[in-house]
């Protein structure tokens, strides 16, 4: 793993240290994020996620290493960085009295662009956010999806080069959640650069283009969220007999079908799992197989890792050493839980009615 980056990189972190006191927030922290692509950094509370953010923007002074935001080294040329950067932290920072409007030229004003182009700005931003009908609206009669869409509108008053979106759809229902993706989806085939912190590892598998998994202070795990899955396992085909009786038939079946050198059997759920080199091939041959042997199945699944396997595989019991977020007088205490519930999300599954 090593954050020495590239020509094309927007951030390059490599041996970022932050201390306070004895307890190590950053431990060796690595990332290289190419510019123009959402870059996911995902780990249990007090990883060092929040520590991480806030040395790239500029907020706290780390204690040793590179750290390089938009070309400018954080540490001297912090006012460098502060110009080519937007933050949207865990919570809103729009005024609920004003309309959209006026809270995009009050931020506009506030980043010292002089009234008309402030406000050539707020139209060019509500028009961009699909927010232009509403912009007249006072903020406090907005959807939570639509106030979170105008946050991310002000973040980019200053058209930042790279965008830290810091738990951006907390709280949010799955109507405004789509919402923001859509948004930053817009905002990356803008070519702006997105680093996303999120405690829903859905969002960090739909968004991220790779994916950074911080434990204790450092980056261990790195790659496509595809790649991820692929380090703990490959793809499974489970099946769910009708009938208990038959489980030890269809295990053997499964076994010569699936090519697996063994299946798990759950008596209880009359489950029968294993593992898959080529998915469609195996689930024809197994449905084939089943029929012609009298088995019946009530499901047939092909199921691949999620994000939320690779999670609890790679960053051990999840629950970090508490050194970093927390452990100074400001250092995170806003973080939200980053681990979403496993059993709140459905597997991938390609299946068949049997």
Do not use: C
């Amino acid at each position: 793993m090593t954050g020495t980056g590239g020509a094309g990189d927007a951030i390059v972190v490599a041996g970022a240290r932050k201390r306070y006191g004895e307890k190590r927030a950053l431990d060796g922290f690595d990332l290289a994020v190419e510019r123009g692509t959402v870059h996911g950094v995902l780990g249990p509370n007090g990883a060092g996620k929040t520590t991480a953010v806030r040395v790239l923007t500029t907020l706290l002074r780390p204690d040793e290493g590179l750290v390089r935001v938009a070309g400018f080294d954080v540490r001297i040329q912090g006012r460098e960085v502060r110009r080519r950067i937007g933050l949207l932290g865990q919570h809103a920072a729009l005024d609920e009295d004003l309309s959209g409007r006026q809270n995009l030229e009050m931020f506009g004003r506030l980043y010292h662009l002089g009234a008309r182009r402030a406000g050539e700005r707020a139209g060019e931003l509500l028009e961009r956010f699909d927010l232009t009908d509403t912009g007249r609206k006072a903020v406090k009669r907005y959807s939570g999806g639509m106030r979170r869409r105008l946050d991310l509108a002000a973040s980019l008053i200053t058209d930042p080069e790279v965008l830290f979106l810091d738990e951006p759809t907390t709280g949010l229902d799955p109507r405004g959640r789509a919402e923001v993706w859509s948004a930053v989806r817009s905002l990356v085939g803008g070519g702006t650069t997105v680093l996303l912190t999120t405690q829903y590892l859905e969002e960090a598998d739909q968004l991220a283009g790779r994916i950074s998994l911080v434990d204790r202070g450092r980056v261990v795990e790195e790659g496509t969220p595809d790649e991820l899955k692929a380090r703990i396992g490959g793809d499974r085909i489970d099946v769910v007999l009708r009938d208990t009786d038959r489980l030890g038939d269809g295990a053997r079946l499964l076994a010569r079908t699936a090519g697996a050198a063994s299946v798990r059997t759950d008596t209880d759920r009359r489950l029968l799992s294993a593992p898959v080199t080529d998915r469609m091939a195996a689930l024809a041959e197994t449905v084939r197989a089943l029929s012609a042997a009298g088995i019946e199945a009530q499901d047939i699944a092909l199921r691949r890792p999620t994000l939320d396997e690779v999670f609890l595989r790679l960053t051990g019991d999840g629950a970090g050493d508490g050194a970093g977020e927390g452990a100074g007088e400001g250092a995170g205490q806003d973080e939200a839980a980053d681990l979403q519930d496993p059993g709140q999300r459905t597997p991938e599954r390609t299946e068949v009615s049997a």
